[in-house]
């Protein structure tokens, strides 16, 4: 069965794929956002210290399944930051760079 595209998930089998954008203050710390599904939206908790690609399942809430029971919506997560930023953002931004103790590229 060939399904048409849609805006806000991919397919794989039964199970649904969307990609859900989180600004760095939510991952890092946390937060509850608004998913679509196939029948509305539901509100999702996004666990602090969650990381880009981590997946995060909604059982149940894919596509229909040849014998019964429903696929899974599997919600991806992604960080977003802003195209640009404001004098006053920019200095928050500073003074956390200067406070963190996190480095990316340094090896674990």
Do not use: C, N
């Not at 990609?19 to 539901?42: K, R």
């Not at 596509?63 to 992604?78: I, N, W």
């Not at 640009?84 to 003074?95: F, I, K, Q």
């Amino acid at each position: 069965m060939r399904l048409a595209r849609h805006p806000d998930f991919r397919v794989q089998g039964t199970d649904l794929y969307h990609d859900l954008p989180l600004a760095p203050w939510e991952a890092v710390l946390g937060a509850t956002v608004t998913v679509p599904t196939l029948e509305g939206t539901v509100d999702v908790k996004i666990p602090p210290l969650s990381q880009k690609g981590q997946q995060l399942r909604l059982r149940g809430r894919g596509l229909p399944a040849e014998g019964g029971g429903r696929g899974d919506l599997l919600v991806v997560l992604t960080i977003v930051t802003p195209d640009s930023v404001t004098a006053d953002e920019r200095r928050a931004w500073e003074e956390l760079a200067g406070r963190s103790h996190f480095h990316p590229r340094r090896a674990a």
